[in-house]
């Protein structure tokens, strides 16, 4: 593949508290607020605690989950006094660090989230373009100390959903596993290294580094599966101590799923696919009890920053 | 010790959802209740759903913390319009299983909880009198998977504040790990597993059994201790990834207490105890970190039930 040139990136925002109840980025964004970090070297950092009334009530959201009120429609629709608040928050962030697809968009958002799953580090990206392939394999490379996954959520930018989707370019870092409402150090190290690792790389991107090409792989979104429900839409069973912190481990035909609550397996039947987000607390309401993925190998080329 | 006659016990309440986003007990009484369990052989069982409210939003609670609302003071409390809603319920079961102290209360009184930390399967007890005591060391003996500890809280019956103080026996069993509003089998299946013990000794102990007597270790809460926290109360330091995930392992002077968001570590100073609910998620808004603990040992006498 041939070299691309790539323009430099002059504002980059940090975001946490998008979920409320997700301590890793509260923490990381009130520490960097605190100590008034506002750039680094080349470019601008904004650090932003994203749903305040959330993290104020440790939940994920308070009316409606921000993280869903990202996409076209909802950040265009019109402001009522019935309005839930994080709609009218996300319309906030979008005016702030957007708008969404517009030039005034800020050239790097990244959301820092948590999981009760143990899915290691992951970076969520809707679209995975050069730059972002870069960053996941730097990151990759200098991150040991748990798996260091890209998950890429194949939706049209219009519909996409969650703040990442505001920047130029964009991704969500989800650790795991982490009970909601609970700061682990660990998991707020690898976090917060990861954060430091990508200001590390813009830097050494803007000022002129040569980042050689490759391939790094990622998991593709194909399905969510529900718990078993009784005819009430009660659930009859959790997931199976075989599948349960196996994130990332392929599942095959005859692989169990789930144990009913009087005793008996349920087996996965269906095509060998990637489990993640297994048993994660907020996809109870959302009827998710875990997701399938497919992996796929993605080429890069070299890559600079443009010269003027 | 001489043996000991004991009366036969014939009324039991199993007790689950106290705190609503605490899902073990919840399925557990759910799934009594579905296969209408009301009976196992000498004695009645009452599987009971305590906070119904908390439990349908999955939130620890309401208006107000429901397992701390059964000391005498409230539980004699006059009810008022704004009176809030788990101290009515506390009221309301206090008549059903209670009351209190008094001759119709239930013999056993057994509260399902779930903790974020790394404390096994915890039998937490007020008094432990010769019935729980061989209760205790008959699980101990019967579950290998996890370890099987007491803690015991040394409060005057009338300031006791949590449900199983309701019944003339009772104790609360609090597994962990789990992260609150999520449900693991393996957690569900240890505490299923004691529940099914607790009826299984209950039906021995009544059919005439004699319990040898002997030994047994229970923690005595010492104190609680807060997170280190700035001049406007915020959080500055995390649990230390040392003292993470080891309840129970003695604490000595000079032992990493917390990390701090700026790196440093801070140490154990004071004299050497248990640690234990290390980084309980509901216990932020408590202002406890961890809490410290002596552990002593308790002997027994032989018991069977009295002969008519």
Redesign the interface.
Known sequence: MEHVSLAPLSRVAICGGTHGNEMTGV?IV??MQRKKVSAAGSFSVTPVLTNPRAVDV?RRYTDKDLNRCFTDALLSSPVTDSTPYELKRAQELNAQLGPKGGKEAVDLLVDLHNT?ANMGLCLIFYSLDWLTLHLLKYIQNKISSVPVRAIQLDIPLSDAYSLEAVGKHGFAIEVG??????????I??VAKKAVDLTLEFIQEFNAGRTFEGGEVEAFTLVKSIDYPRDSSG??TA????EL?DNDFKLLRPGDPLF?S??GETLIHEGEELYPFFI?E??Y??KKVAFQLARKTTYSFPSVSVEKD
Chains 1, 2 share one sequence.
Do not use: K, M, W
């Open positions: 923490y009130r520490e440790c009760t596993p982490q009970p909601h409402g609970v700061l682990r150090a660990d707020f190290n009660e659930i959790a997931i199976h101590p349960q144990l609550f009087s048993n607390c907020a109870y309401e």
